[in-house]
């Protein structure tokens, strides 16, 4: 059975403190991992999608990294609005579509 | 172009009530799901439809079915609402042709059951 496990499961952050967030990941054939993002009170929305192991992506102050264990989120000097819940999923052979973890909120104070 | 719209926002049931949450998407994509997502336990799918007028089982079905008469609108029922029943239900969509994990969620749909 796939199992996706997410940490810390809140994160406090001064803005421009850069750090990371987790995504270890057991699964039968890993087809994808996908980061969202989830705003108070709304669905989450897509950030991106990791293949293979050494790939990453980016998309302003946010990094996604990718092994065959684990995936990471870096954010480098955050904002204020970058304060959200960050979820992350992943497909594979076995089981549905998506198996999602259970996020990391994080806050960005000023 | 309005996305993905649920209705409705915010509803209140007692026990033994049923219901009907309304999703529609106005993107013409093939795929359409049902999640529900409670403190602690992250987003886990109810059900999904690959088509108009197929839809399948996801990890959490039970007490709940499903409709897909048009490609554009997802309904979700509860035919007896239960206590457990209480969640924040959110449908998402995507193309047929995009990684599983591309899904364009709706702003979601809170439901208290007394």
């Known amino acids: 059975e796939d199992q996706v496990t997410q940490s810390p499961e809140a994160l406090r952050l001064q803005e421009g403190e850069s750090s990371s967030l987790n995504c270890s990941y057991t699964?039968?054939?890993?087809?994808?991992l996908f980061w969202y993002r989830q705003d108070p009170g709304k669905g989450p929305e897509f950030l991106f999608t990791?293949?293979?192991a050494g790939e990453e992506k980016e998309k302003e102050r946010l990094k996604a990294t990718l092994t065959k264990k684990e995936s990471f989120l870096h954010i480098t000097a955050p904002k204020p609005e970058d304060s959200a819940t960050y979820l992350c999923?992943?497909?594979?052979?076995?089981?549905?579509?998506?198996?999602f973890g259970k996020g990391t909120s994080l806050l960005v104070t000023p | 172009n309005a996305g993905v719209t649920q209705t409705p926002k915010f509803r209140v049931l007692k026990t033994g009530q049923s219901m009907t949450l309304l999703c529609a998407q106005d993107m013409n994509h093939e795929y359409m799901y049902w999640y529900r997502q409670d403190p602690g336990m992250g987003l886990r799918l109810i059900h999904y439809s690959v088509g108009e007028g197929t839809t399948a089982k996801g990890e959490v079905p039970d007490g709940y079915n499903v409709s897909r008469l048009k490609k554009q609108n997802f309904l979700l029922g509860l035919e007896s609402a239960a206590p457990s029943q209480t969640s924040v239900y959110f449908c998402?969509?995507?193309?047929?042709?995009?990684?599983?994990?591309?899904?364009?969620f709706g702003p979601g749909t809170r439901l208290l059951v007394l």
């Open positions: 998402a969509s995507r193309p047929k042709a995009t990684a599983a994990g591309t899904q364009y």
């Open positions: 999923a992943v497909n594979s052979n076995s089981g549905y579509e998506l198996n």
């Open positions: 699964v039968s054939g890993l087809r994808g």
């Open positions: 990791l293949y293979s």
